[in-house]
């Protein structure tokens, strides 16, 4: 039987294993004279542990199964292997195992190797025999964990407390889900780091002015001084995200105050939404419009008037992100505006303060800190775009504060050190990972203090 | 719409009357004389008023709230507006000065003069109105700034200080004058939202003195709080009495009793009775007001 075709009978037997429970629980409740029942929960309950126990084991014995097959199976046929490739050092074995995985997947021309023969035919054996075992001990374990807990329903049962916690397992098992997955991107991009650091000390790195990553290859190579001091790509992600936020603070702060103070409703419904739209439009979009669009013309009209700028500025990268912020500093500036209650207005307009004053001197001051922690999380979001900086920044790692002069991001640099045949233990394949992690490193630190920041505020109204 | 023309009291003849047709039916069990709509039963007019209020209508929308409430507010004196919840109280205390312009759909008919002069001319600007209005509401509301800075707040904004040293002398005066200066001298530097519900009741007060208001508007002043700080704002008001003129609504009778010299009972938009506080509740006039005290309803 193929996997679908057992997962679906696990769900009927599990629908089913619900009636049952459920009709077996109202067939031993007694109803007493004050129509109350005996039952200790509500019959659906005991249905729906009746289900759990028809599910759960079987689910769960599938995937370690599903899990462990190819592995074991694998390690049953490579004994039988011949000698001479039995003998073979462990990273040529694992090809010639590699190539039997090919020849079943149907994924090489030819005849098979006369060596393997025997081998594929031993797979594909075990393979049908594990599958079958396989349909056979899933339903058995189904239907015996539906009977077992149908012969348990009692009026005694304590059904809801059991789905509770089974609930509750549920649950926590999701959020360990998102939490492990964290702990397993930073664990990978720290071991790749630690790596890099073996070659390139940590204060190069930190503290070094000079990025070039080629490596060579020979020692006659030309252009081949490699060089790992990444402050100029700080400087530059620095320089590129201030000019965002210098363009997404004030313009999306003020949107979001007269659309919440000033704008009227019919107004505020039409234009919430259109600048909700801005959020929408992919990065990629917004990376032609800064490399196409805005850079030619900035260079274009500084030209005009004398300055030399380059094509790729740090300028159109900034004000391009910094359109792509507004609508998210507008929209949770917004929330928070709106969080402030009616009263603290009443209590400024009473004591004759002016619409301007109100929000000046009450509204925004009580909005202050949701609106620092909304900004951080922008702040945070511009450190680590990508797309953009990719398509209009420029890769000279220039140390420069100018913003007519094309710098480069981290972002940028670990794109390119990343696109592309590269050998994964060279110095600058590694460097990518480093500069992730101090890019992580900072925007989860950002993060922290952003939603410290907004939790605090929460509990002054709340 | 069903227009009352029999109506025969020198103050609604020359307005036209909208009268909806239901409160005749919803009160006509309770009511005797409800025919003449807008006739209030006493004296609504005092010597030299600081503020009088003509003819005032107030809609929500289509609700017609207020309907003809002619009062005037008389100086150093504590008028109590009571009457069951709905009955436009807040509302009419809203009108005086312009807080109602804040709501979206209220429209104010009639005329309210403060010395005088209708607040609602087209040439009154709100800002110094409101400085010469003050209001206190029902909740406490400091701002989530400094004692200090909730007190200075209104001085600031309308340039009553001249230097740090004048604003200082105003802020201590009116916290002061509020009672509450002994108990925050030394932590005037702390938030206004750490204090107790009554301490920030009385700095709300302070805050609305320190912009020297003729005029203070207490909205249920009293009703988030407990009898030991409700007792301390009623000897505050009776206080404040001396300087201002005072105009506070209240759900209890008790209070109204206590703290006002005058007492306006409202029932659905009508302003029923009006008169002397000892009168009011010793010897009502109408039979509403008569109920109301006796506690038959509301």
């Known amino acids: ?108 021309f030819g005849e098979p190797d006369p060596i393997l023969k025997p081998a594929i035919d031993h ?21 015996l964990g539906g009977l077992y807990a149908w012969s348990r329903v009692s009026p005694n049962l304590r059904a809801r407390n059991h789905v509770e916690i089974v609930l509750k397992f549920l649950l926590i098992s999701s959020s360990t889900i998102a939490i492990l997955t964290t702990i397993g991107i930073v664990l990978s991009v720290l071991f790749e780091a630690v790596r890099f650091f073996q070659t390139v000390p940590l204060t190069e790195f930190l503290f070094g002015t000079k990025w070039s990553p080629q490596t060579a290859i020979r020692a006659d190579q030309v252009g081949s001084s490699s060089a790992f001091g990444a402050v100029p790509l700080f400087t530059g992600t620095l320089l590129i995200s201030f000019i965002a936020m210098l363009i997404a603070v004030p313009i999306g702060l003020m949107s979001a105050i007269y659309l919440s103070e000033y704008a009227s409703r019919k107004f505020r419904s039409v234009v919430k939404p259109m600048l909700e739209v801005l ?172 939603l410290h920041i907004v939790r605090k505020y929460r509990e002054q109204y709340e | 719409m069903e227009t009352i023309t029999t109506s025969s009291t020198s103050v609604t003849k020359d307005t036209p009357l909208m009268t909806p047709e239901k409160p005749n039916e919803v009160v006509e069990n309770k009511v005797i004389d409800r025919d003449h709509r807008g006739q209030t039963v006493g004296d609504v007019t005092v010597e030299n008023p600081r503020m009088t209020a003509r ?7 289509d609700k017609h709230a207020i309907q003809n409430v002619n009062l005037d507010i008389a100086n150093n004196e504590v008028a109590a507006l009571i009457g069951p919840s709905g009955c436009g109280k807040t509302t009419f205390l809203r009108c005086l000065n312009r807080m109602n312009d804040t709501i979206d759909g209220c429209l104010v008919e009639g005329e309210i003069a403060l010395d005088g002069k209708n607040i609602y001319d087209k040439d009154v600007d709100v800002v110094p109105l409101r400085a010469r209005v003050g209001i206190v509401f029902q909740k406490p509301n400091p701002f989530p700034k400094s004692i200090y800075e909730n007190v200075a707040y209104g001085p600031r904004i309308h340039g009553l200080a001249r230097n740090k040293t004048d604003l200082d002398e105003i802020v201590h005066s009116s916290l002061k004058r509020s009672g509450l200066f002994d108990e925050v001298k030394d932590r005037l530097d702390q938030p206004g939202t750490g204090l107790s519900g009554g301490q920030q009741q009385r700095l709300c007060i302070a805050r609305a003195i320190a912009v020297s208001p003729e005029v203070i508007l207490m909205d249920e002043p009293c009703s988030a709080l407990d009898p030991i700080a409700t007792a301390t704002i009623e000897e505050l008001i009776d206080e404040l009495r001396k ?55 509301g």
Not at chain 1, 28 to 43: D, N
Not at chain 1, 126 to 137: C, D, E, P
Not at chain 1, 307 to 325: K, N, P, T
Not at chain 1, 331 to 357: C, F, K, W
């Open chain 2, 55 to 61: 003819n005032v209508n107030v809609w929500y929308g």
């Open chain 2, 243 to 297: 300087k201002y003129s005072i105009v506070i609504v209240t759900h209890s009778m008790q209070q109204a009793a206590r703290v006002s010299q005058r007492t306006a009972y409202f029932h659905l938009g009508d302003l029923i009775e009006v008169g002397p506080t000892s009168e009011i509740f010793t010897n009502p006039k109408h039979k509403l007001t008569e109920e109301y005290i006796t506690g038959r309803f």
């Open chain 1, 279 to 450: 959020a929408g439009v992919p990065t990629v979009v917004y990376g032609f419009f800064a490399a196409l669009t805005v850079a030619p013309f900035i260079r274009d009209s500084g030209g005009l008037i004398g300055l030399s700028v380059s094509s790729e500025s740090a300028l159109a990268a900034g004000l391009v992100m910094g359109i792509m912020i507004i609508p998210f500093i507008s929209s949770l500036s917004d929330d928070v505006i709106n969080a402030v209650p009616q009263s603290m207005r009443d209590g400024s307009y009473g004591l004759g303060a002016t619409h301007s004053e109100t929000v000046k001197r009450v509204i925004l001051r009580a909005a202050l800190p949701g609106i620092v922690g909304g900004i951080l999380l922008a702040v945070s979001r511009a450190i680590g775009e990508t797309m953009i900086v990719v398509m209009a920044a420029g890769l000279a790692a220039n140390l420069t504060a100018n913003p007519l002069d094309s710098v480069t991001t981290v972002t940028v640099q670990i794109v390119t050190l990343l696109v592309g045949d590269q050998e994964f233990d060279s110095a600058k394949t590694l460097a990518a990972f480093a500069l992730g992690l101090m890019l992580f490193v900072v925007t989860l630190s950002l993060n922290v203090i952003a």
């Open chain 1, 1 to 108: 039987m193929s996997i679908s075709v057992l997962l679906i009978t696990l769900a009927i037997l599990t629908i089913a294993s619900y009636s049952f429970g459920r009709k077996r629980s109202l067939s031993l409740a007694t109803v007493t004279e004050k129509k109350k029942s005996s039952l200790h929960s509500l019959p659906g309950y005991y249905g729906t542990l009746t289900a759990l126990w028809c599910a759960i084991p079987a689910l769960l014995i599938l995937s370690l199964w599903l899990v462990l097959e190819t592995s074991i199976i694998t390690h049953i046929v490579s004994e039988d292997l011949p000698a001479e490739v039995q003998n073979l050092p462990e990273s040529e074995r694992n090809l010639v195992i590699n190539r039997l995985h090919n020849e079943l997947a149907g994924q090489t």
């Open chain 1, 123 to 143: 797979y594909k054996r075990l393979q049908q025999i594990s599958n079958m075992a396989l349909t056979v001990v899933i339903l058995a374990i189904s239907i």
